[in-house]
């Protein structure tokens, strides 16, 4: 079990690149909601968020999603260890719903730079600050 600490490494160097494109995406996705009417802009931003989310998050989060998986492979006691693993897990898959969901809204954006509102993208760039919240706490504190 060596390498296990290695693997834990890989793991959260892989979760800090995920959340970071998580993070930034949609950030991206409102300065393109509010430079709609600039096409210059748009073509730019839209090369950027393509970049971002196929070359930073998709290969960030699969990172994640193995080596976590891995992980638990490994340590199969970490299911009998109280209920944070099953929360986390759980924050798990909303965050790679909410991941799928920012490449929904990108390519929405490519047809309709007037989708949604900058208010709504601004609420919903906060979704994944409080999944990783919920999840760091889980599995930091393991309060069950």
């Given amino acids: 079990m060596a390498y296990y600490s290695w693997i834990l490494a890989f793991h959260i160097m892989s979760f800090v690149s995920w959340m970071a ?12 909601r509010e430079n709609a ?3 210059a ?7 950027q968020e393509f970049k971002l ?32 693993l099953h929360a986390k897990l759980t924050a798990l898959v909303f965050l790679i ?23 709504y ?3 919903y760039n906060e979704v ?5 919240i919920f999840i760091v706490i889980m599995v930091v504190v393991k309060p069950f």
């Fill in 21 to 32: 494109m998580l993070f930034y995406l949609p950030r991206l996705f409102i300065y393109h």
């Fill in 37 to 39: 009417n600039t096409k």
């Fill in 41 to 47: 802009f748009t073509d730019i931003v839209e090369v």
């Fill in 53 to 84: 989310f196929k070359y930073i998050g998709v290969p960030a989060m699969w990172a994640t999603i193995i080596s976590g998986g891995v992980m638990i492979y490994l340590n199969l006691d970490l299911f009998s260890s109280g209920g944070w």
């Fill in 97 to 119: 719903a909410y991941h799928f969901s920012l490449e929904s809204i990108r390519k929405t954006l490519i047809t309709n730079p007037h989708y949604k509102t900058s208010k």
């Fill in 121 to 123: 993208l601004r609420f």
């Fill in 128 to 132: 994944p600050t409080l999944l990783m």
